[in-house]
């Protein structure tokens, strides 16, 4: 079965695009959720974060306060390399988990950070959801009600635009509206329906 890796920068609307795939039964692999599967309270690595930044990072409920860690270490390049070095195996392991266990006519990866490390190997063909950095901005500010500032520290941790287009095989323009993602989603699906 191939897979489809799904990328672009914060704020492009790949869960917009992948979410559209999901109804028509395609298994969607998504590496921020499986991000999120390996911090759960009880994990390994929730512990081992707590001990590295400290409690003040627990939420009541014992979960991981994501928005205070994500502060820290996109403000400070050694905590985000201790937590990368931590996590990145942990979350490549659930993915292949994940993977294993998908069905249908192809599968999809989708993932912010795809095209800058391993993750790239998982998958047959790239597919690239493009908008301008600007729209980027405002729509991950408005969608995760953050300092615009911490989504261009965000954005300049991934791989940039230039770059992330020259290694696709599949561009989404997801400049436009809503319904103009959806059109060029159908259009994705059958294209990809044709490669299998």
Same mark, same amino acid.
């Given at each position: 079965?191939?897979?489809?890796?799904?990328?672009?920068?914060?704020?492009?609307?790949?869960?917009?695009?992948?979410?559209?795939?999901?109804?028509?039964?395609?298994? !969607? %692999?998504? +590496?921020?959720?499986? =991000? &999120?599967?390996?911090? /759960?309270?009880?994990?390994?690595? $929730?512990?081992?974060?707590?001990?590295?930044?400290?409690?003040?990072?627990?939420?009541?409920?014992?979960?991981?306060?994501?928005?205070?860690?994500?502060? !820290? %270490?996109? +403000?400070?390049?050694? =905590? &985000?390399?201790?937590? /990368?070095?931590?996590?990145?195996? $942990?979350?490549?392991?659930?993915?292949?988990?994940?993977?294993?266990?998908?069905?249908?006519?192809?599968?999809?990866?989708?993932?912010?950070?795809?095209?800058?490390?391993?993750?790239?190997?998982?998958?047959?063909?790239?597919?690239?959801?493009?908008?301008?950095?600007?729209?980027?901005?405002?729509?991950?500010?408005?969608?995760?009600?953050?300092?615009?500032?911490?989504?261009?520290?965000?954005?300049?941790?991934?791989?940039?635009?230039?770059?992330?287009?020259?290694?696709?095989?599949?561009?989404?323009?997801?400049?436009?509206?809503?319904?103009?993602?959806?059109?060029?989603?159908?259009?994705?699906?059958?294209?990809?329906?044709?490669?299998?």
């Amino acid at each position: 079965m191939r897979t489809i890796g799904i990328t672009g920068g914060i704020g492009s609307g790949k869960t917009a695009l992948t979410d559209y795939l999901a109804k028509k039964g395609i298994t !969607i %692999v998504d +590496a921020d959720l499986a =991000a &999120r599967v390996i911090v /759960e309270p009880g994990r390994p690595a $929730l512990n081992a974060i707590f001990e590295h930044f400290g409690p003040k990072l627990a939420q009541d409920d014992g979960s991981l306060d994501r928005a205070a860690l994500r502060s !820290i %270490v996109f +403000a400070n390049p050694e =905590a &985000r390399l201790w937590l /990368e070095q931590l996590t990145h195996p $942990l979350i490549g392991q659930e993915i292949q988990d994940q993977l294993a266990r998908a069905a249908g006519p192809y599968r999809v990866l989708s993932s912010p950070l795809l095209l800058e490390g391993s993750q790239a190997a998982l998958v047959d063909y790239v597919v690239v959801v493009d908008v301008p950095e600007a729209l980027q901005v405002e729509r991950a500010s408005a969608r995760d009600n953050n300092d615009p500032e911490q989504i261009k520290r965000i954005m300049a941790a991934q791989l940039a635009r230039n770059d992330r287009l020259a290694r696709a095989d599949y561009v989404v323009d997801n400049s436009g509206g809503l319904d103009e993602l959806y059109a060029q989603s159908e259009l994705l699906h059958s294209h990809l329906l044709n490669l299998v």
